[in-house]
């Protein structure tokens, strides 16, 4: 058992074992039971590091392997920018182990502080409390005081507390014949040792309050994140959009209207009365006439048996009567309820929403193409491009891209169809202009042609051979290259410079090219509809 112990631990792991030994040889007797004891505790931890070896290697299996990258690196910054968390290990039970028993047992001094911060705002020492409050007092009336605090609390609270530690004050004695009256007195040599902070002995009394403590303070944290995230985030997330967008609006006025009046807020007396206020709403005496006035005011009558019709009607008379009588101050259920309903009509008449989806209108262009031979249009494709005579592809010698059939033309990515079908767009000129096309003959009736004006150039130097229809989803020919003298690629034979003639339809030769412009509206696209 000890030589595959050895071989899952590593020579690192019997170290914190070692040194937690050597530590307790000066403290312990040196007795049979306590080394009987060191050695059971010593094979514990080496048979729960076995276990985590094997636990370790076994999820090394399940869990996928990381990819080296710290945590947050990769997607802000490049490969080469350093990550602010440099090389980190990655997950493993045995580091997960030890450090959180190196955590646990470190983590003592801050429960300690949680405590004592409690029992101040709690007025169990009413001295205590009324000391922050004087403290609070001056620094909210001279908020340059703040800087004195860390100074004094590093004097007051580890200085002096160190210092006394190193030279205590004489025993106090009861006897009738002890010397009485000697004052505390830090002269002479120190009188006992520096005073140290070590971690909380694992399988301790202290090592399992500790746990404890976080087990509730881990608690407190997942309650307080749920209640936050149920308050704010169902009115910040415009699942409502009505109510967030009023929200929206009021911070929106109350940014613009603090940028003008802050400086004229008595912001110390404001904070002042604020911390009063909080910590003395911790005092039992308060504390327990707050509750009674929540008690009588939002309604006490939810606890316990439901009393009969007449009994509560009786009751509900007398606590009106008694309430006409007294005047008592404060708010009401109905004045709250009355605010929030006009709070919630107010943003239902004045929050005004797009309840349609936003709307679009897409282009394709139907290109057709003039045969060579038989001198008949033929469908060549729908392209987003009109693929016009001095357009940057059309120069290029590129062929026009697109589809053969109107069914294989796809909405914009995020957007789906509104319209049943595509519609001819009848103003012909008023796209070729927008595009400020030129060398084109635009049909202002019938079908909405607009041609090429002939260039002989262009269509005197086409083949036959270069009207392949399968190409045209990809690229169509409409020149047939020819190979330079003096270069080793394919150029398009372009003649000299031509003059373009722009004209109605029939004023002249046309092209071998022809388009007209189809449209469709489109529609915003549900994400969760999408998503589905």
């Avoid at 004087?134 to 340059?144: G, N």
């Avoid at 262009?365 to 494709?381: H, I, K, M, V, Y």
């Avoid at 909405?448 to 269509?459: A, G, P, S, T």
């Avoid at 130097?461 to 990809?474: F, I």
Wanted: glycine share 8%.
């Amino acid at each position: 058992m000890d030589d595959l112990a050895a071989a899952f631990l590593g020579p690192g792991d019997d170290v914190s074992i070692q040194e937690e030994d050597d530590g307790q040889q000066g403290s312990g007797s040196g007795t049979d039971s306590t080394t009987t004891a060191r050695t059971l505790r010593r094979g514990i931890l080496k048979a729960a590091n076995l276990q985590d070896k094997l636990l370790e290697k076994l999820l090394a299996q399940v869990i996928p392997v990381d990819d080296g990258q710290p945590h947050g690196s990769g997607e802000a910054g490049g490969a080469n920018e350093p990550s602010a968390f440099g090389e980190r290990p990655g997950f493993t039970v045995g580091a997960m182990s030890n450090n959180f028993r190196r955590f646990n047992a470190r983590i003592g001094v801050v429960f300690k502080f949680q405590a004592k911060a409690l029992r101040v705002l709690s007025w169990r020492r009413p001295t205590h409390t009324l000391s922050l409050l004087a403290v609070y007092t001056f620094v909210c009336l001279d908020p340059y005081l703040i800087f004195v605090l860390p100074l004094a609390i590093a004097l007051f609270g580890i200085f002096v507390p160190s210092f006394i530690a190193r030279h205590p004050a004489p025993a106090s004695s009861s006897e009738a014949h002890a010397v009485r009256n000697l004052g505390y007195s830090p002269r002479g040599p120190p009188l006992a040792p520096a005073r140290t902070f070590k971690p909380t002995k694992e399988l301790s009394r202290d090592f399992f309050r500790n746990l404890g403590d976080l087990q509730n303070v881990m608690d407190d944290y997942s309650v307080a994140h749920d209640k936050i995230i149920a308050l704010v985030v169902p009115k910040t997330n415009f699942s409502d959009e009505a109510l967030s967008s009023a929200i929206f609006v009021l911070l929106c006025g109350a940014c613009a209207l603090m940028t003008v009046t802050a400086h004229l807020i008595p912001w110390r007396y404001i904070c002042l009365v604020a911390g009063w206020a909080a910590i003395w709403s911790n005092h039992p005496t308060v504390s327990r006439l707050i509750g009674e006035w929540q008690a009588q005011y939002l309604g006490a009558g939810e606890k316990g048996e439901q009393p009969s019709a007449t009994a509560q009607a009786v009751h509900d008379n007398d606590k009106k009567l008694e309430q006409i009588q007294n005047h008592p101050p404060g708010p009401s259920p109905d004045s709250s309820l009355a605010a929030e309903r006009a709070f919630d009509a107010w943003v239902r008449s004045d929050i005004i929403l797009d309840d349609a989806p936003e709307t679009r209108e897409v282009e394709i262009f139907e290109l057709q193409r003039q045969s060579d031979t038989s001198g008949e249009w033929e469908p060549w494709l729908f392209s987003p491009s009109p693929y016009d005579p001095l357009s940057a592809a059309r120069i290029a010698g590129d062929r026009p891209t697109g589809t053969r059939f109107f069914e294989d033309v796809l909405p914009p990515e995020g957007w789906e169809w509104s319209g049943k079908k595509w519609a001819l767009d009848l103003w012909s000129r008023e796209w070729v202009e927008e595009r400020i096309i030129t060398g084109v003959e635009v049909e202002t009736e019938g079908e909405r042609w607009v041609y090429d004006i002939y260039n002989e150039h262009e269509n005197g130097g086409n083949g036959g051979d270069n009207d392949d229809l399968g190409a045209a989803l990809g690229d169509g020919d409409y020149e047939t290259p020819v190979r330079s003298q003096d270069q080793s690629r394919y150029t398009p034979k372009i003649g000299p410079t031509i003059s373009w003639e722009e004209g109605e339809e029939g004023m002249g030769r046309r092209g071998s090219w022809r388009r007209r412009r189809w449209v469709r509206m489109v529609k915003r696209k549900n994400v969760n509809a999408a998503s589905n």
